[in-house]
């Protein structure tokens, strides 16, 4: 009986799970390390029905919207989109399996989008397609207190929370890891059975739904720094109008 090879038939099998190294400069990171210690204005970390610290245990830091911190947002999220454009090239269904999308060709005639096309569009291309369909979301400093904190509780970032329906329409999951130098501390998948180790200027990214159910492992010897976020649908009413 014939069978049809998947399209990475030949390589390991795919968990979806992209770690991009050296996404941001470590000068960066250390220097927003300090200014985040030095704000005086995170809180304890919340999980969606509030805070419970055996199941979060974080000092956090909402930098979106705050003008003091509008250069490390830029920053941030300029290297999550160059991520993000790197991870749809690797697994395109993940822009093209929720909506039917078309591009213009040079001649102006429309083609559905294909992974093949999508592939090979160049960055100029593809970026205003993925804009179209996808938007950044808040961005959170974390810090996890060694040998304490953590986020031990099994959890998906996909969930229905407030009327609006905003954490419904997360589809990625990132974090960038802002230092390393401690024991542990490891981004665990659960069902794929993965441990992501933080390296300072490294990029996670992952898919948002319970598939990727994940934790943050206590770091031992020195506290654990990132930055974190999702990447979001559009809206239906940008998508489609009304």
Known sequence: MNSTPSPNADEAPADFIEVIPDALDPAHCRAWIERFQASGAAVPGR??????????????????????????????NQAVFKGVLRYLRRWPHALIAPLMLEVADADGSRHRLTPERLRAMDDAALAPVVQTVLRPGAINLQRYTAGRGGYPYWHCELYPRDPHAETLHRHLLWTVYLNDGFGQGETEFLYQQRKVA??????????????HTHRGNRPDGGDKFIATSWVLFQRAEKLFGG
Do not use: C, N, Q
């Open 47 to 76: 999980v969606g029905g509030g805070v419970h610290v055996e199941l979060k245990d974080s000092v956090d830091l909402t930098i979106s919207g705050r003008p003091e911190w509008r250069d490390a947002e830029a920053a941030l």
């Open 198 to 211: 933080p390296r300072t200027g490294s990029l996670l990214i992952a898919p948002a739904a319970f598939t």
